[in-house]
């Protein structure tokens, strides 16, 4: 029995002919002087089953081999890529893009419906000025955010790599370098990406890279409007040094009313206010994660209320932010104490003798031992006795010795003060002031034939000592002038030039 052939086979009509294929920039490669081979009716579509033009060729080094999958009807249909089956606008597969837009195009699938629908779609295209793709897609309205959210700019030339050696994962390839496949381990062999098949990539149907992309896309952040309707200002970051406030009221403004645009260069930020909260929304809403200026991406966020910045100052109070202190420095001086009635003014606290350093009260005066006599108090450590280790030197009182040492340095053999002296503290030291001149004491009690001034028996022991030399003080103004009587002899002469036969002077003349 006869098998009956397609009408492909006998109508020679049908079948394509091109000079160049229809090809994405990442299947064509960075190579701007590429070689491709070309075969006429080389191979059926894997769409349509008709046969067509093939071209073969290498994108660029170490990539492997790619031809042409589908005829150039069934990718003009699509407006998709020859070889990758990827849309030629976005680079994202008919899956993604169809829902993004929500198109229903059916294509019929068995053969008859097939021809049928393919003749049609070549006679529209054909009318056309080859600009605008066929069929649904180009009655479709404008590309939607997501299209623009997930769309790759750029080529993915990491797509044209050679596959993985089958006989290295083996472990018997033994071309070494030279094996034109990859020499690397294999993904796992149950990731669905692994299973790809042309015919659900051209018809949008259960596309293992379109579920990726989509579940991509619903983890993507959104940006929501803040619950404060008075909230009208939008941050605009990553702004660089060429864009300035002119680029963004070129496309802030078609959203809306603008009441002010104020650029902060050395941020490099800038906040764009809008005159009703609409515009502001629809700004963010079809600006948000696809603001290019001038060929920057800008970062697009809702501002803030005064309240929330109110609220963010708190923990500082002055900045907003909260810093660790720094190890080594001093801490802060405590605050005054609450009974201060001059306030923060007095700040050395100098009118409060509670805060001045008190001295500790001193032992009593012991009586000099019997070998100092009665002279002058003893000043210092006991005799034999040196002072501590470290203990500093004892400092006088400020504002002379206290009364009750005054009254224990008096000293009853020193004889009473002359008239105008009275009430005078003695200096430090013990020692009185000078008396006037001219004025004598009296001898002391046992220089005298009884006792003093008639009181007690006389005195009739051992010689007074002197006290030492370290305990005097200097001796009295009267006590210096030479005694009374002739003149000291004069010295004899030690230098010739202190003769005074020598100084021209003539003694015969005297």
């Known amino acids: 029995m006869a098998v009956s052939k397609g009408a492909n086979t006998y109508n020679r009509q049908n079948w394509e002919d091109a000079e160049f294929p229809i090809l994405c920039q990442t299947c064509l490669g960075d190579n701007p002087y590429i070689r491709m081979t070309k075969e006429k009716y080389g191979r059926e579509c894997k769409i349509c089953a008709r046969p067509f033009t093939i071209f073969r060729w290498c994108p660029g080094a170490r990539m492997r081999f790619k031809k042409t999958e589908i005829c150039q009807t069934c990718s003009k249909i699509k407006n998709i890529c020859q070889t990758c089956l990827l849309d030629l606008e976005y680079g994202l597969p008919v899956q993604v893009r169809d829902q993004a837009l929500k198109l229903r195009d059916e294509m019929p699938k068995s053969d008859v419906n097939r021809e049928y629908y393919t003749q049609n779609a070549e006679k529209d295209i054909a009318l056309g000025d080859g600009t605008q793709p066929g069929g649904a897609l180009g009655k479709a309205q404008a590309p939607s955010d997501l299209l623009l959210k997930l769309a790759r700019t750029t080529p993915y030339y990491k797509r044209n790599r050679p596959h993985i050696c089958s006989f290295w994962v083996k472990g018997e390839c033994k071309r070494g370098e030279e094996c034109p496949y990859r020499h690397e381990k294999p993904n796992d062999p149950d ?222 053999n020193y004889p009473p003060p002359p008239p105008g002296m009275h009430g005078m503290a003695p200096p430090l030291g013990g020692r009185p002031p000078p008396p006037p001149r001219g004025h004598r004491f009296p001898p002391p009690p046992h220089m005298m034939g009884g006792g003093f001034r008639g009181r007690g028996p006389p005195f009739h022991g051992p010689p007074h000592n002197p006290p030492p030399p370290f305990a005097r003080g200097p001796p009295p103004r009267h006590m210096n002038r030479p005694p009374p009587g002739p003149p000291p002899p004069r010295m004899a002469v030690h230098y010739p030039s202190q003769d005074p036969q020598r100084m021209g002077t003539d003694q015969k003349d005297e």
């Not at 299973?195 to 990726?212: I, L």
């Not at 929304?281 to 079809?286: D, G, K, N, T, V």
């Not at 966020?301 to 609220?311: L, P, R, V």
Request: proline fraction near 16%; hydrophobic fraction near 30%.
């Open 191 to 412: 990731d669905p990406l692994a299973d790809q098949n042309v015919k659900d990539r051209f018809y949008g149907t259960s596309d293992p890279v379109a579920e990726k992309l989509m579940r991509r896309a619903a983890a993507m952040p959104k940006l929501e409007a803040p619950e404060d309707k008075t909230i009208t200002t939008l941050y605009v970051g990553g702004l660089g040094d060429r864009i300035k406030e002119s680029d963004l009221k070129d496309h802030f403004y078609q959203f809306g009313e603008l009441r002010s645009i104020s650029v902060i260069p050395k941020q490099q930020c800038a906040f764009v206010t809008f005159a009703a909260r609409e515009g502001a929304e629809a700004a963010a809403e079809q600006s948000f994660q696809k603001l290019i200026i001038r060929g920057r991406r800008l970062n697009l966020k809702w501002g803030k209320s005064f309240a929330q910045q109110d609220e963010k100052k708190a923990p500082g109070e002055e900045g907003g932010l909260e810093f660790n202190p720094v190890p080594g420095l001093p801490g802060a001086l405590p605050p005054p104490p609450a009974g201060d009635s001059q306030g923060s003014s007095n700040f050395f606290n100098l009118s409060q003798q509670s805060h001045l350093p008190q001295h500790p009260p001193q032992p009593p005066h012991q009586p000099p031992p019997p070998h100092m006599g009665g002279g002058m108090p003893h000043q210092g450590p006991p005799m034999g006795r040196p002072p501590p280790m470290g203990a500093p030197p004892p400092r006088p009182p400020i504002g002379g010795p206290p009364r009750h040492l005054m009254m224990q340095n008096y000293n009853p």
